[in-house]
T-cell receptor
Framework: DAGVIQSPRHEVTEMGQEVTLRCKPI?????LFWYRQTMMRGLELLIY????????DSGMPEDRFSAKMPNASFSTLKIQPSEPRDSAVYFC???????????FGQGTRLTVV | AQKITQTQPGMFVQEKEAVTLDCTYD???????LFWYKQPSSGEMIFLIY??????QNATEGRYSLNFQKARKSANLVISASQLGDSAMYFC????????????FGKGTMLLVSP
């Protein structure tokens, strides 16, 4: 398996624009996590899914953020409208049901100017 | 309250020496898992080692070992024979519950290995 695949790797956008980050988890994994990493706040869990169902979205900062997992092989994190304070590295991770280890994608570095 | 506490923002070690990175955790669950991840300057998150709460032996993976002290709720990472390539950010993390739900990270420790 190729591992967790995130796209794009880098995104630069203007304030107010919509941004969509994409994630393909490892095949067969039941859990999918979205994290945001900044210098100030470290690694924050935004939302996680189990079997495509959102379980905990309490980490989503505000209504501008939304996440979907329409099927077991694809998830998106959308920010609309984007703001400069959303600039961060966004990681997607997945793990199987019976194995606690979570595998991370390479991350998407988002810059909102 | 923080679930994972890493009290060392930065650590320095000389090449070939051993180093211990501290991690304490807080949970009321009896079943949980503890992890260490490495994040080099390139940014990827690399899984290093895992310890289950019911594991009686300390986990080891090559030069990495996890010093698990359940009563003290600590899960320190020991890196033996440090190498220059070990310079990176190190994160301690925990998953709680029988179904291993969310994965919570500490703030991290920056390790610098000097020649």
């Amino acid at each position: 398996d190729a591992g967790v695949i995130q796209s794009p790797r880098h995104e630069v956008t203007e304030m107010g624009q919509e941004v969509t980050l994409r994630c393909k988890p490892i095949s067969g994994h039941d859990y999918l996590f979205w994290y945001r990493q900044t210098m100030m706040r470290g690694l924050e869990l935004l939302i996680y899914f189990n079997n495509n169902v959102p379980i905990d979205d309490s980490g989503m900062p505000e209504d501008r953020f939304s996440a979907k997992m329409p099927n077991a092989s694809f998830s998106t994190l959308k920010i609309q409208p984007s703001e400069p304070r959303d600039s961060a590295v966004y990681f997607c991770a997945s793990s199987p049901d019976r194995d606690p280890e979570a595998f991370f994608g390479q991350g998407t570095r988002l810059t909102v100017v | 309250a923080q679930k994972i506490t890493q009290t060392q923002p930065g650590m320095f070690v000389q090449e070939k020496e051993a180093v211990t990175l501290d991690c304490t955790y807080d949970t009321s669950d009896q079943s949980y898992g503890l992890f260490w991840y490495k994040q080099p300057s390139s940014g990827e998150m690399i899984f290093l080692i895992y310890q289950g709460s019911y594991d009686e032996q300390n986990a080891t993976e090559g030069r990495y070992s996890l010093n698990f002290q359940k009563a003290r709720k600590s899960a320190n990472l020991v890196i033996s024979a440090s190498q220059l390539g070990d310079s990176a950010m190190y994160f301690c993390a925990m998953r709680e519950g029988i179904r291993y739900s969310t994965l919570t990270f500490g703030k991290g420790t920056m390790l610098l290995v000097s020649p």
